[in-house]
C-alpha cells in the first residue's frame, strides 16, 4: 500500500558519514593514550580507612583524596553512598584546594553539568555546593566566552589527527557555549570537506549540545537545518525526536531538509535511519501531541539553578547564530510545547483537539507569568486574544482538557476567556459529565470553582440547571476568611484509617473519615469542599474499582484527585486506573508527616494552582459580595437560592470594605434568619453609623416586601432601640422600621401625642 505521508529516501551514503567511521576509529585510538595512564596508576598502599579532618566519622575511601579531580570523586562517592557529613567535608577541602579552570573543567567533562546543580540544590552541602557551580559555571564561561581559543580550536580541526582529536576534545569540554561559534564557522565554510568536518566535530560534543542545536533549526538556511538535523539524529534521544517530526513530514520542507529529518527521527526512534519511508504524517501527529501535553502537564521541566532559572536558547536572526538567556523552566517548558503543538496544527489545521492544545498552551504560559490578582494581558498578540479569536466551541474544549488531566492554571485561563465567551446554553449537560463550566464549580481549587461561578453568573441564566446550587456555596465560601480544603478518607481497618486521617489533618487538610467506598462517594458527592480523596486499596462495600467508577462517573466528584494508598506490593492492582485517569495516583502507605508529604506534594502540586494570598482573597470577596446581590434582584432569585449564603454575608457586614453590599445582598434573601440577622445589623452597637443605617433601611423594605418576620422579643428590641438611639440618621432609619411593621391604632395615637410640635417659624 502506498501512502502519500511515506519519506522518500535516498540511500546514497555522504561523504559525512564516510568522517563519522574514519574520525571516529581515529578518536578512539587517540583516547586510548590518554586513558591508559590513568588505568595504569597503581593501587594506594594503605589499606586502612581515613577519617576526616574532624575525626566525627570515618570514611570508607582506602586513602584520603589530595588532587581537586579525587576530592571531587570523593564528594560524588559521599552523595550516592548517603554520607552528607562526609561529602561535605571533603567538598571544604576541595574548595580550600582552589582548583583552577582547568581543573574544574575537566571535573564538569568527567561527571557532566548535571552533578554540580545536583549538589546546589542539596542543603546539606549548601553553601558551599552553591560556590562551586559558580565558579564551574564562571570557568566555563570564560572558556567558551573566548573566541580566539575557540577559533584556535577550530583551527586546528585541519591539522594532523592528533593535533584534531586534541582539538575536539577541548571544544567537547566547552560542550553547549562552543556551539554558537561552530554554527557561525559553519555558515561562512564554502568548501564541502571542511563543512564535513566542522559538522563531524558538533557530533562528537555530546548530548550537550541539543538545546543549542534545536534552536538553530530556526534558522531560514536550509543548508544549517540540513547539518543540525545529521548531528541531532546522532546525538538525540527518543525525546528529541519530538522537535525533528515536523521537518520530516511536512511536505513543504525542501527534499534535502526532509531527508535529513527522517534519517534522524528513525535513527532515534525506530533504531536505524533505513527504516525512515516508514514514517507517516499519522505517528508525527501523535508523537508531537503527546509530547506538547507533556509539556503541559509539566513533565519535561529541565532542573532550575539555585537562581531558580534555567539556559534557555534561541536563534538571532540579526546574527544568524544562537544565543541563551536564562529563563523560568516552567516558561521554558511551555514555550517548547506551544512551538510543538502549533507545528502539529501546521500538519493538521482543522483538528479541533489540536486547536484546543494550543488555546491551552498559550493560555497556561500568560497565567503563568501573570500575577493572581491581575487579569491576563489584552490585546494584539496576548494569548487571551488568540484564545478568543478561537472561538467558544475551542475554549469550552480546552477547558474540559484541562479539567480531565488537572491542569488548574489552564483551567482558570480558559474561564477568565469564557467569562466573554460562555452562553446560557453552554449550562445544559452535553456529555455524561455534564457541562464542562457547570463542571469547574467542583474542581477542586478556589480560584477554578470562583471564576466558573462569575462565567456562569454572568450568563444570566433564566432557569435552573444541573449545578446551580453550588454557585451560591462557592460564592459565600469566599467571604470566609480561611479556605481549608477537605479530604474524605476510607479504608476497613480503622485504626489505620485514623492514623492516616491524622497526617492528612498535619498536612493542611481537615480530614473525614468514612468506614467504606459507598459512605465515601456519598460524602464527597454531598459537600463543594471536598478537595481530596484518599481510599485505602483494600476498602470494602464498594470494592476499589467501583468506588473509584463511582466517584468518576458523578459530575460532583469527577474532577476531584485520588489519592490510593497501600503496600508496594498493591501497585499493580491500579497500574491501568492510573494510566488512564491523570487525576488518581498511588502512594506507599506512610510511616510519618514526612513520607505522606513528600508523596502528596508531589501529585497535588500539578492539580492545584498556589494558595490564595490575602490580596486575592479580598478581591474574590468584594466579587463575590456584587455577584451575590445581583443574583438576589429579580428573576435570578428564582434560579438561585441565596439562603446558603447568610452566615457568609452577616459575617462579611462586619468588613467595612464590604458591607454595604453585603447588607444589600443579605436583604435579597427571603427568610426570617435574614430579617433577624439585617435587624441585628442594626441594632449593634459597636458597628458604625453607615453599616446601621443602611441595615435598617434594607430591613424596612425587606418587611415592606416580606411581611414582619422578627419574633416579639427582636420587635421590642427594636422599638427600645429607636427610643435610645442618638444618632439621627439611624434613629430615622430604625423609625422607618417601626412604621413598616403597620403599628396598630393605638401605638400611632401613643407615638403622635408624645410628638413635640416645634414653635412657628
Known sequence: M?????????????????????????????????????????????????AIADGSEASPLLSEPTTPDALFDAVVLMIDLARPRLARAYLQRLLSAKPDDAALLAMRDKHGPAVFLRMANLESLQPGSVTLLNRMTAAFTRFAGDEKR?????????????????????????????????????GDVKDEATRELLTYTLARLGPEVIPPLLAALDSPDTNLQTIVLEVLGRVGSRKTAVHLWYFAVDKNKPPGVRVSAAEAVARLTLGNSRHASSLSQQMALKSMELGARNRLAGREMLLAGPNGKVTSWYFDPMTMTVKRTDADPKDVALHAGCRIAQQALVLSPESKRLQALLVSLLLARARNVTPWTESLPRGVGTAYDAAILSGGSVVTESLRDALRTGNATTAAGALEVLRTLAKRNDLKSKTRRGSALASALNYPDPRVQFAAAMAIVETDPTESFRGASRIVQVLSRTLESTDQ??????????????????????????????????????????????????????????????????????????????????????????????????????????????????????????????????????????????????????????????????????????????????????????????????????????????????????????????????????????????????????????AGVLGAMSPTPAKVGQQLRSFEIPGPR
Open 485 to 734: 480544603p477537605v479530604a474524605i478518607l476510607a479504608g476497613p481497618k480503622p485504626a489505620q484509617v485514623n492514623a492516616l486521617a491524622g497526617l492528612v489533618d498535619q498536612s493542611g487538610y481537615r480530614a473525614h473519615i468514612s468506614s467504606n467506598g459507598r459512605d465515601l462517594f456519598r460524602e464527597a458527592s454531598s459537600r463543594g469542599d471536598v478537595q481530596l480523596v484518599v481510599v485505602d486499596a483494600n476498602v470494602i462495600q464498594w470494592s476499589l474499582s467501583q468506588t473509584i467508577a463511582n466517584l468518576r462517573a458523578d459530575s460532583r466528584t469527577a474532577w476531584l484527585p485520588i489519592i490510593v494508598v497501600g503496600d508496594p506490593a498493591m501497585i499493580s492492582t491500579v497500574t491501568r486506573m492510573i494510566q488512564r485517569d491523570p487525576l488518581l495516583t498511588y502512594i506507599q502507605r506512610p510511616g510519618n508527616l514526612e513520607g505522606l508529604k513528600v508523596q502528596l506534594e508531589r501529585f497535588v502540586s500539578g492539580v492545584k494552582s498556589k494558595p490564595l494570598s490575602a490580596a486575592e482573597r479580598g478581591e474574590m470577596a468584594r466579587a463575590a459580595i456584587d455577584l451575590l446581590g445581583y443574583l438576589g434582584e429579580g428573576r435570578r432569585s428564582k434560579v438561585f437560592d441565596l439562603r446558603p449564603a447568610e452566615a457568609g454575608l452577616h459575617s462579611a457586614i462586619q468588613n467595612p470594605d464590604l458591607a454595604d453590599g453585603a447588607i444589600f445582598a443579605l436583604a435579597a434573601i427571603p427568610t426570617a434568619s435574614a430579617q433577624d440577622r439585617l435587624a441585628t445589623t442594626a441594632l449593634q452597637p459597636g458597628l458604625k453609623a453607615g453599616p446601621r443605617e443602611r441595615a435598617a433601611a434594607q430591613l424596612a423594605f425587606h418587611i415592606q416586601k416580606h411581611g414582619v418576620l422578627l419574633n416579639r422579643s427582636r420587635i421590642e428590641e427594636t422599638q427600645n432601640a429607636h427610643v435610645d438611639e442618638r444618632n439621627p440618621e439611624v434613629k430615622s432609619a430604625l
Open 2 to 50: 502506498v501512502r502519500d505521508s511515506l519519506i522518500p529516501v535516498v540511500r546514497t551514503e555522504s561523504p559525512s558519514k564516510r568522517l563519522f567511521s574514519m574520525f571516529g576509529i581515529t578518536i578512539a585510538i587517540g583516547l586510548s593514550f590518554i586513558v591508559s595512564p590513568v588505568m595504569a596508576q597503581p593501587e594506594p598502599d594503605e589499606p586502612a580507612a581515613a
Open 150 to 186: 575557540i577559533d584556535r580550536l577550530i583551527d586546528e580541526l585541519r591539522g594532523a589527527p592528533s593535533v584534531r582529536d586534541a582539538a575536539i576534545l577541548q571544544l567537547r569540554s566547552g560542550g553547549a557555549l562552543v556551539v554558537p561559534r561552530l554554527i557561525e564557522t559553519i
